[in-house]
C-alpha cells in the first residue's frame, strides 16, 4: 500500500489547521479553565440542534410547542406529530450542515463579523418569538453578499 500521497495531502496547510484545530478542541475539552471558553459554541451547536427538531416537526405536519437548552449542554424539543424519524435525525445533520456552510461562507466574500452577526440576531429572534413560525428580519441581512 503506498501511503505517499496520502502523506502528500497531510502537508497540505488546510490540513493541518484542521487536524490543530481538532487537537486545540480536545486538549480544551480536558482543561477545565479552556473548556469555559468554548462553551458558548457548544451551547450554540445545541441550540441549533433543538431548533432543527422543530422546524422537522413543522414542515412534516406537527408542532413546535418549545425547546429548552441546559447549562450542562443538553437540550429537549418538544414537538408533536410530524415525520418521527425525521423530526428525530435532523438535529444531527442540522449542526453538521450549519458547519459546513459557515465555513463555505467564511471562505467566500462575506466577513465573519457578518455572518456572526447574522446568526446572533436569528437566536435573538429566536428566543424572543419561540412561538412564531415565520423568521422575523435581521436587520444586518443586507451586510452579507
Not at 4 to 33: D, K, N, Y
Not at 62 to 81: K, L, M, Y
Request: hydrophobic residues 55%; charged residues 15%; positive net charge.
Amino acid at each position: 500500500m503506498d501511503l505517499e500521497p496520502f502523506v502528500r495531502s497531510l502537508q497540505q496547510p488546510e490540513i493541518r489547521v484542521a487536524i490543530g484545530m481538532v487537537f486545540l478542541i480536545f486538549v480544551a475539552w480536558h482543561i477545565p479553565v479552556l473548556r469555559l471558553l468554548l462553551f458558548p459554541f457548544f451551547l450554540f451547536v445545541v441550540f441549533v440542534h433543538e431548533i432543527a427538531h422543530g422546524v422537522a416537526a413543522i414542515l412534516t405536519g406537527g408542532e413546535f410547542n418549545r425547546f429548552v437548552v441546559s447549562r450542562d449542554i443538553s437540550g429537549v424539543a418538544t414537538v408533536v406529530g410530524g415525520a418521527g424519524c425525521v423530526t428525530a435525525t435532523v438535529g444531527y445533520l442540522s449542526t453538521a450542515l450549519l458547519g459546513g456552510l459557515l465555513l463555505v461562507v467564511a471562505a467566500g466574500n462575506a466577513s465573519p463579523r457578518a455572518v456572526l452577526l447574522y446568526e446572533g440576531c436569528g437566536m435573538r429572534d429566536e428566543a424572543a418569538h419561540p412561538a412564531s413560525r415565520i423568521p422575523h428580519p435581521c436587520p444586518i441581512r443586507r451586510w452579507i453578499k
